[in-house]
Nanobody, 120 residues
Framework: QVELVESGGGLVQAGGSRKLSCEAS????????MSWYRQPPGKQRALVATIFSNGTTTYADSVKGRFTISRDNAKNTMYLQMNNLKPEDTAVYYC??????????????WGQGTQVTVSS
């Protein structure tokens, strides 16, 4: 069994910064691709950024140049550094990980979400 836990959400003023973390725990053999998604109020969940197992990263156009995704494989942790935040970045942020367990099963896992609110 694998669990993802996000942290770092909160209230921040427009133009400010926030860093989210997502720690994976449990019966982990290898963590493959990891991603951040977000779901604004009344809208669908959407992909924000992905970091592949080789370190390659991709971003949604709306966050390019402002957000940086990274990972620390030794800590089984992924991060999202968010700079120059805008009110439209307000959302619940979820991490997602494709993880192979110690029993060699490939699993897709979601965290519980962390709220980020950007005030104008």
């Amino acid at each position: 069994q694998v669990e993802l836990v996000e942290s770092g959400g909160g209230l921040v003023q427009a133009g400010g910064s926030r860093k989210l973390s997502c720690e994976a725990s449990g019966s982990i053999f290898r963590i493959n691709d990891m991603s951040w998604y977000r779901q604004p109020p009344g809208k669908q969940r959407a992909l924000v950024a992905t970091i592949f197992s080789n370190g390659t990263t991709t971003y949604a156009d709306s966050v390019k140049g402002r957000f940086t995704i990274s990972r620390d494989n030794a800590k089984n942790t992924m991060y999202l550094q968010m700079n120059n935040l805008k009110p439209e970045d307000t959302a619940v942020y979820y991490c997602h990980g494709i993880i192979r367990t110690t029993t060699m099963v490939l699993t897709k896992n979601w965290g519980q979400g962390t709220q980020v609110t950007v005030s104008s």
